[in-house]
C-alpha cells in the first residue's frame, strides 16, 4: 500500500499555491484476491475504489512479512526435513529458518509464488547466517503455504560457532565489552528546522517521504541563490528504486540468489529503527513513520529516520604570512546535512545517507553492513580446493560467494524547471599533423544530448566521461547551461 502520486503538474501548482489549490489524495494498492493480483488506486476523500486492474504480466507483489513468517516455520513441521536434520544429529529447535527469493530464468509464467526456505543453526551464537545447513533444497509455495520441493543431497559439515558472535558483549578488546564513548552536543541547537515531512537546512529545503517499496524518498529539494534571491529547483524526486544482488553460484541451492531487494522484500518494509547514539549522533532528530501489515493495518516504525548535521573535515583553509607583520588564519569546518535509514534485508544492512552540502552538492552514499552471506564446505584450507568455488574461502568450511550489489537510483532533476536534458561529455584524441604545433596530439571534448531513455544508456567507469543534467533554457552568467554533475563513487 502506498501513495499514488499526483502528477508533477498538480503537485507544483499545489506548492505554489496550497491554499487554492485541490491535491488529489488516492492511495495505490496491490492486493492478492484469489491468487490474482490486483492493482487498484483508491481516492481517500471520494472513499472509493477508482481503477482496479488484474495484473497479468510476470512477477509478484512484494512479501509480506506475514507470509515470510508462515513460510519459515514450514520446515520445522515437515517429516522429510525433520529426519534430515535427525540424520546430521542436529537439534529441531536449534534451527532458524529463513525465506529466499528464487528469481525468473526464462520459464513460463508461473502462477505460483515460491520461495526457498533456508535453515541455520543459532545454536551458541547469534550470527546464524554463517552456520548454514547446505545440501538440502526446500521450496515452499506461499499461496499453499506449504513445502512443494524437496531435496537432500548431500550432508554438509555445519561451520563452526566459534568466535561469530557479533554482539558487542561477546567481542574482546579492542573492539568490546566496554568501548570509550563520545559526547556531543549542539549548545545552540540544529541549524535546520523540520516542518511536518520538510526540512530546511543552511540555503536548502527539501521534502521527506516514505514508501514501502522505496523506503525514504527525497523531494522537491531546492537550494536558495543569494545573488538571485531566490530558491531554485533541483531535484523533484529523488529514490533507491532498486537493489539488485546476483550471487554467480550456479549450483542448485545457489543459482536462483539474484535478489531485488526493493521489488521483492521492499525497501520501505525493510526499513529498522534507528538505534540513537549509535546509528545517528546523540543530537540527532528522528521521524517516525508507518508500515503496514499484510490486511492493512498500520504499525509506528519509530525513528525510522534521523536528520544531523555532520562535523568533521576541513571545507576550506589558508594560513596567510606574506603580509608583513599581519598573520591570517582561516577555516571552515565542512558541515553536512545527513538524512539516514537504515534497511535491513536479511543478513545485510544497509545504510542510506542522502548528504545535502551548502556548496550546492547532494550525495546520496550507501554504506554496506552486517553479515555475509555463507556457503558451507567440508573444505578447512585453500589448499584442498580442487574446483571452483563460485567464492572465497573466508573461513573453515566457510565460502562467501562472489555477488555484487547493485542500487539502482531514481533521480528526476528539475533544474531550474521540468525540461532538462542530459549530456554526456567525452575526451576525443585531435591529431596535429600540419606542424602547426610541436604536440602531436591533444585532448579535447565533445558532447551528447540524450534524445532518448535508451540513449543515456551508459556503462561507467570504462571510458572518462562528464555526465551532466542541465537545464538548456537556463544559462550562467557566462552563457553556460546550468546542470548538475552526477559523480558515480
Ligand atoms: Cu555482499
Redesign the pocket.
Known amino acids: 500500500m502506498g501513495l499514488d502520486d499526483p502528477n508533477k503538474d498538480s503537485i507544483l501548482k499545489y506548492e505554489k499555491k496550497p491554499t487554492l489549490v485541490t491535491i488529489p489524495r488516492k492511495s495505490f494498492v496491490i492486493a492478492i484476491i484469489n491468487g490474482q493480483s490486483h492493482e487498484i488506486v483508491f481516492d481517500i476523500r471520494l472513499k472509493s475504489i477508482v481503477s482496479d486492474n488484474v495484473h497479468k504480466g510476470y512477477g509478484f507483489p512484494i512479501l509480506t512479512v506475514e507470509e515470510q513468517i508462515l513460510a519459515t516455520q514450514l520446515p520445522l513441521k515437515y517429516p522429510p526435513f525433520i529426519a534430515s536434520v535427525h540424520k546430521r544429529g542436529l537439534n529441531l529447535s536449534e534451527l532458524v529458518c529463513a525465506g529466499f527469493t528464487m528469481g525468473w530464468f526464462g520459464e513460463e509464467k508461473s502462477s505460483s509464488r515460491i520461495l526457498t526456505v533456508d535453515c541455520f543453526l543459532k545454536e551458541s551464537t547469534a550470527n546464524f547466517f554463517v552456520r548454514p545447513i547446505s545440501g538440502i533444497t526446500m521450496v515452499a509455495d506461499i499461496d499453499l503455504m506449504k513445502i512443494v520441493e524437496y531435496h537432500d543431497r548431500e550432508v554438509e559439515v555445519v561451520p563452526t560457532a566459534e568466535n561469530t558472535d557479533y554482539r558487542v558483549s561477546k567481542q574482546s578488546p579492542p573492539f568490546g565489552p566496554k568501548q570509550h564513548s563520545l559526547a556531543s552536543h549542539q549548545p545552540q541547537g540544529p541549524g535546520f528546522q523540520i516542518n511536518g515531512h520538510s526540512v530546511s537546512w543552511a540555503n536548502w529545503k527539501f521534502h521527506i517521504g516514505f514508501d514501502v517499496r522505496a523506503g525514504i524518498i527525497i523531494s522537491l529539494a531546492s537550494i536558495y541563490d543569494l545573488e538571485k534571491k531566490k530558491s531554485r529547483r533541483v531535484l523533484y524526486k529523488g529514490y533507491i528504486s532498486e537493489l539488485y ?1 546476483p550471487y554467480q553460484d550456479p549450483t542448485e541451492e545457489f543459482y536462483f540468489k539474484t535478489f531485488f531487494d526493493a521489488g521483492e522484500y521492499g525497501f520501505g518494509r525493510s526499513t529498522v529503527s534507528l538505534i540513537p547514539h549509535h546509528d545517528c549522533p546523540p543530537y540527532a532528530q528522528f521521524i517516525d513513520t508507518y508500515i503496514h501489515s499484510s490486511d492493512g493495518t498500520p504499525s509506528l516504525l519509530k525513528n525510522a529516520i534521523c536528520v544531523f548535521e555532520q562535523y568533521g573535515n576541513i571545507m576550506w583553509r589558508h594560513t596567510e604570512a606574506i603580509i608583513p607583520n599581519e598573520l591570517i588564519e582561516e577555516s571552515r569546518t565542512e558541515v553536512n546535512l545527513i538524512v539516514r535509514t537504515v534497511v535491513t534485508v536479511g543478513n ?1 544492512d544497509n545504510v542510506v545517507d542522502w548528504e545535502f552540502k551548502t556548496s550546492g552538492s547532494i550525495k546520496p552514499a550507501i554504506a ?1 553492513s552486517g553479515i ?2 555463507i556457503k558451507a564446505t567440508h573444505i578447512k584450507h585453500k589448499d584442498e580446493i580442487k574446483e571452483d568455488l563460485h567464492g572465497k574461502l573466508v573461513s573453515e568450511n566457510s565460502i562467501g560467494i562472489y ?1 555484487d ?1 547493485f542500487y539502482m537510483y531514481y533521480l528526476d532533476f528539475d533544474i531550474d524547471g521540468v525540461h532538462n536534458s542530459f549530456e554526456k561529455t567525452s575526451l576525443k584524441t585531435a591529431r596535429i599533423s600540419d606542424g602547426s604545433s610541436k604536440r602531436k596530439s591533444y585532448w579535447t571534448t565533445e558532447t551528447q544530448t540524450a534524445k532518448t531513455e535508451s540513449d543515456a544508456k551508459i556503462t561507467i567507469g570504462y571510458a572518462p566521461a562528464e555526465l551532466v543534467v542541465v537545464n538548456p533554457n537556463k544559462k550562467t552568467a557566462v552563457g553556460n547551461e546550468v546542470g548538475y554533475r552526477l559523480i558515480p563513487a
Do not use: G, K, P, S
Request: net charge negative.
Open positions: 544482488v545485510y554496506l555475509l552471506e555477488h550489489h
